[in-house]
């Protein structure tokens, strides 16, 4: 594997980092789309994990008002995720010239990949950890809780480490869940249109979501799904669960490359 590359590219009027990892020109690209707060960096050496275990090419970027994207000015609208999805994620993939790729998202990154892979038949596998497909009041209770840690703990310090604008990062997501309107947010009716291979992957402690998440896609999506369920481990499975997670991602993308 060479070393990563962090250039910024212009997105729908944007700048956003996006970091590259080269793999095997022969092996799809694996796109790796983060959670609510995440970023780049909050990755960690995850993104090099699954590289080196798929031997593909991975590509991971900052969503604008994320890491040292662009700063958010704007709040987010209850269809935030929708605009990724359909507008910002096109043009990033077209810009970098990746077609087909395997989209890897986490938390909101897997709602977005999600909703791309229904609006396009452009994705040739796509995992979802930890994904939401419609709002639960556990989300929500602990969506509140993260915003009183927010003001009462070092978690502004924390989110400084991964965030140009940590404050402005972390309220414009958490307004948006703990909106009355965001309750009914929800993307099921996108799953009968997601015709590719699917793996979605839950950590049975998550405490952001529970496995209904998963059965929702599984039941609903049109492709092949398969669900793995991950004991002692919440919300960020590439954190708690790290090998488990990449050797399903692994076998997952094995299966699907060496077709």
């Known amino acids: 594997m060479g070393e990563a590359t962090p250039p910024f590219v212009d997105v729908c009027g944007h700048r956003l980092e996006v970091q590259t990892i080269p793999g095997a020109a022969t092996r799809p690209t694996l796109v ?6 995440g970023s780049i960096s909050t990755w960690r050496e995850f993104p ?8 593909c090419p991975v590509v991971v970027y900052s969503r604008y008002g994320y890491g040292n994207s662009d700063v958010l000015e704007a709040p987010f609208g209850v269809d935030y995720m929708h605009r990724e999805a359909l507008e910002a994620l096109p043009e990033l993939l077209a810009k970098l010239g990746i077609a087909r790729p395997i989209l890897v998202g986490h938390s909101d990154g897997a709602s977005i990949a999600l909703i791309y892979a229904a609006a396009r038949d452009a994705v040739r596998g ?3 950890l930890a994904p939401h497909v419609f709002v639960e009041d556990l989300s929500v209770k602990s969506i509140a809780e993260a915003k009183i840690a927010f003001e009462t703990t070092d978690l502004p310090e924390k989110l400084g480490r991964h965030h140009a604008d940590p404050r402005k990062t972390f309220y414009r997501w958490n307004d948006i869940w703990l909106h009355p309107d965001f ?5 099921e009716p996108f799953l ?3 015709t590719c291979p699917v793996l979605a992957i839950q950590g049975y402690d998550d405490e952001y979501g529970t496995m209904a998440q998963l059965d929702a ?3 609903q999506v049109a492709g092949p799904c398969e669900v793995v ?3 002692d481990c919440g919300h960020r499975l590439h954190r708690d669960q790290p090998e488990k997670t990449v050797e399903a991602i692994a076998r997952f993308v094995h299966r699907i490359a060496d077709r």
């Open 32 to 37: 790796l789309l983060h959670e609510g707060l």
């Open 48 to 55: 090099s994990q699954v590289a080196a275990a798929t031997e």
């Open 126 to 128: 796509l995992v979802a």
């Open 183 to 187: 309750r009914r947010w929800n993307i």
């Open 192 to 194: 009968p249109q997601i």
């Open 217 to 219: 896609v599984a039941v």
């Open 229 to 231: 369920g991950l004991a």
